[in-house]
């Protein structure tokens, strides 16, 4: 027997289609559904990659006798963070509202049948521990509460929602100080381990990304440290590639083990950005990056292609081992033993050292995660990642979500264009085409653009600001790397598409088309990823440029007005935003972001992979044959074989030669 979400396209969802849960999908009718029979609406949020979210299905929604208790006193509704974010967004303010700024997946939230939420939380254990309730407490003290004391309820319930929707963004009237910005930034740095804050440390794709615009030496230290900390650490998958999406100590030495497709599409293009941001002489630490960047891409090439040609949503934490038995990472562990098996005594002792795998181990039971120590030999540490790699192919695999998302791809294409063209390598440029064309083909509908897919059908939601811009990104740097003009019209179409869809009446962007909730989702945090207003931000710059509209820029600049005071108040937390400052304040110093022409019919020649390794933040490098069109007047009266730089409105000396590139670039004007 199924219940209702066995038809879903979300794999998360599809993963309670055989409870005995009567789980709905968020929907009018759910939602009448409540009101009808005048119960509260059991409302749980989570991922199909989300290890807790697989705890608590399991020790809870499995169960018959609980099933039957929510089923008589609830409407339950089962929501995918990643299909509908806008909801999650919602629901999880209300849920750090409600919990001292505490949340986290899964969500677990009981609404009225309006949807007001009137309690919230997160994990729910099967039995009491202390401090914590068990589920069945709460769902017998919700349902009792919603029969003897209903007014008292809708009641608080109006009043949480009063005070979440009556919140002010802040305002700043002024730039912030990116002097002091750094300074905040530099005061949360780990001088030990690399990286922001304690534990759990996240990557931080977006802040290292600011940090090596300027590239001055106290930045780039700050960046280079961090990101050649992560690619050693146990954070890193250092045999199959990609990173798992956090480390649970500061030392990056023990992941939460689920990967993610959005932080290693960005992870890739940052790693990328850091190698060219690292000078020829320290050859060691740009080696690492280059390893890194193709161990990204060699995972996504591998483990997350769907068959059309999206790359899907994630691969979960958890596996079995040899006796079926789940456990959280042990697909990636290792221990002294098992390197010797899969590899003979010499070179398993020789793994043992350079990943630091011991007797006691660094996770549960004398396994160890894989640690990069010291400089190895490259060549030889390949083939020894090889071998293991096939030997871990023959244990259980972790499951596959297999969701196709809009935003997560669009970062994923824009990430590996720029890595072909800055590694010379053509594979990646095809790769990211591919998934554009998916994205053509199955998530652009009647003008508007589909957040999510699966096998090939699109959903109806329509994306939010994150998508709309991070595809339209990435379809600019798809008509600058192969001179088609047709993405840029894609692009172009999409941001003002977006203007539409999402403005804001403060200039900003909302993150989602209104959901008809109590409130319109609309962060302004740069976490892991962009928010939706900088995602547009970066969007409406690269179309404006690229198309010569300058009214797109203007654009930009009002929406970036919105982000100050995020960057001025928390600049760890702002980091596309802070980015976007760094860019601005060097554009005031006379660098602004170049448009570099490269005529020519070889989109991977030596003019052009210079310019794509020597550009400064915020540029585009255009390459298309003489007497191209669709691209304005960058290719009027143009000639093969030169290379041209503008800067606003002034335009250097074409030259012929790559070595004479760099001249051009960085001029100020």
Request: hydrophobic fraction near 45%; charged fraction near 25%; aromatic fraction near 10%.
């Amino acid at each position: 027997m199924v219940n209702r979400l066995a038809e879903s396209s979300s794999d998360y969802l599809r993963q309670h289609a055989h409870q005995s849960v009567d789980w709905w999908e968020w929907s009018d009718a759910a939602l009448a559904e409540a009101a009808g029979r005048d119960v509260p609406i059991l409302l749980s949020v989570g991922y199909a990659s989300c290890h807790w979210c697989h705890v608590m299905s399991h020790e809870s929604f499995d169960d018959h006798s609980v099933a039957a208790y929510i089923n008589e006193h609830f409407v339950p509704i089962k929501v995918d963070r990643q299909q509908r974010p806008d909801l999650d967004a919602v629901f999880m303010t209300a849920t750090q509202a409600m919990n001292n700024g505490n949340g986290g997946w899964p969500m677990t939230a009981f609404l009225t049948p309006q949807g007001r939420p009137f309690f919230t939380g997160t994990y729910f254990p099967p039995e009491p521990q202390p401090g914590m309730p068990s589920f069945r407490q709460v769902l017998e003290a919700a349902a009792d509460g919603w029969r003897t004391r209903k007014d008292k309820i809708v009641m608080s319930a109006d009043y949480v929602v009063e005070l979440l929707t009556g919140r002010v963004e802040p305002v700043a009237d002024a730039a912030p100080d990116l002097r002091a910005a750094v300074d905040a930034v530099e005061a949360d740095f780990d001088l030990i381990h690399g990286g922001f804050g304690t534990s759990p440390k996240f990557p931080a794709p977006t802040l290292i990304d600011a940090l090596l615009v300027k590239g001055d030496p106290r930045t780039l230290e700050l960046a280079q440290r961090t990101l050649e900390s992560m690619a050693r650490g146990g954070i890193y998958d250092q045999v199959g590639g990609g990173f798992h999406r956090y480390a649970v100590d500061p030392g990056w030495v023990v992941p939460h083990f689920e990967k993610m497709l959005y932080d290693n599409a960005l992870l890739l293009g940052t790693y990328v950005r850091g190698w060219r941001r690292t000078a020829d002489h320290d050859s060691g630490l740009r080696a690492l990056f280059e390893r890194t960047a193709y161990g990204i891409v060699e995972w996504l090439e591998r483990e997350m292609v769907g068959e059309e040609g999206g790359f899907v949503a994630g691969l979960d934490a958890d596996s079995c081992d040899i006796r079926g038995a789940v456990h959280e990472g042990i697909f990636y562990l290792w221990n002294p033993e098992l390197l010797d098996d899969s590899l003979g005594a010499e070179d398993g002792a020789w793994a043992a050292e350079v990943f630091h795998v011991t007797r006691g181990g660094t996770f549960e039971d004398g396994l160890s995660t894989l640690q990069l120590r010291g400089r190895p030999d490259f060549v030889r540490l390949e083939d020894m990642c090889g071998r293991l790699l096939a030997e871990r192919e023959t244990r259980f695999r972790p499951a596959t979500d297999n969701l196709v998302v809009a935003a997560w791809n669009g970062w994923t294409i824009s990430s590996l264009v720029q890595g072909a063209l800055v590694f010379d390598e053509p594979a990646w440029l095809e790769l990211a085409l591919r998934a554009a064309m998916y994205l053509v083909d199955v998530h652009l509908t009647d003008g508007d653009l589909r957040r999510t897919s699966r096998d090939g059908v699109a959903d109806t939601h329509v994306g939010g600001a994150e998508d709309f811009g991070a595809v339209a990104e990435a379809f600019v740097a798809l008509a600058a790397a192969t001179g088609d003009p047709a993405w840029l019209r894609r692009a172009e179409a999409l941001v003002d598409r977006a203007v539409e869809l999402f403005g804001h009446e403060d200039g900003g962007f909302y993150d989602a088309v209104d959901a008809g909730l109590f409130d319109r989702a609309r962060s302004l945090t740069d976490n892991v990823t962009p928010s939706g207003t900088s995602a547009m931000i970066a969007a409406l710059r690269a179309v404006g440029l690229l198309s010569e509209r300058p009214e797109l820029v203007a654009r930009a600049d009002l929406a970036a007005r919105t982000k100050w005071a995020g960057v001025a108040e928390h600049p760890r937390f702002a980091g596309a935003a802070l980015a976007d400052l760094m860019i601005s304040d060097e554009a005031r110093r006379g660098l602004k972001p170049a448009v570099a022409v490269v005529v020519s019919d070889d989109p991977f020649g030596e003019l052009t992979r210079a310019a794509w390794r020597l550009a400064p933040a915020g540029s585009i490098v255009l390459t298309a044959p003489e007497g191209a069109e669709g691209f304005g007047s960058y290719l009027e009266s143009r000639v093969d074989g030169l290379a041209y730089v503008c800067r606003g409105t002034v335009c250097f000396d074409p030259v012929s030669d790559y070595a004479e590139l760099k001249t051009p670039l960085w001029s100020r004007v």
